[in-house]
């Protein structure tokens, strides 16, 4: 089994930034990709940004540029610094992990609110 903890939301104004934390602890040997989803009511869960299992990073279109995410292996945590922050970028923001047989893992998430 894998926990994760999300830190570091809250409301901020439009152009701002924050940095997102995803504790992990557990069997964390068994992560194979680690990354961050966002929801809005009424709407399918969609990436943002994650480590691949070949160690690559992916980003959703609309955070290229804006979003980075990375990892202090020591911590087994991993952030998601997001810069020049939208309105639209108002969601929740979820920390999953996969294991080698692709099982996902979730955290409560951490709400994400940006004023315009």
């Known amino acids: 089994q894998v926990q994760l903890v999300e830190s570091g939301g809250g409301l901020v104004q439009a152009g701002g930034s924050l940095r997102l934390s995803c504790a992990a602890s557990?069997?964390?040997?068994?992560?194979?990709?680690i990354g961050w989803y966002r929801q809005v009511p009424g709407k399918l869960r969609e990436l943002v940004a994650r480590?691949?299992?070949?160690?690559?990073?992916d980003y959703a279109d609309s955070v290229k540029g804006r979003f980075t995410i990375s990892r202090d292996n020591a911590k087994n945590t991993v952030y998601l610094q997001m810069n020049s922050l939208k309105p639209e970028d108002t969601a929740r923001y979820y920390c999953?992990?996969?294991?080698?047989?692709?099982?996902?893992?979730w955290g409560q998430g951490t709400q994400v609110t940006v004023s315009s």
């Open positions: 480590f691949s299992s070949g160690g690559s990073t």
């Open positions: 557990g069997s964390t040997f068994s992560i194979n990709a």
């Open positions: 999953n992990a996969r294991n080698h047989y692709n099982y996902p893992y």
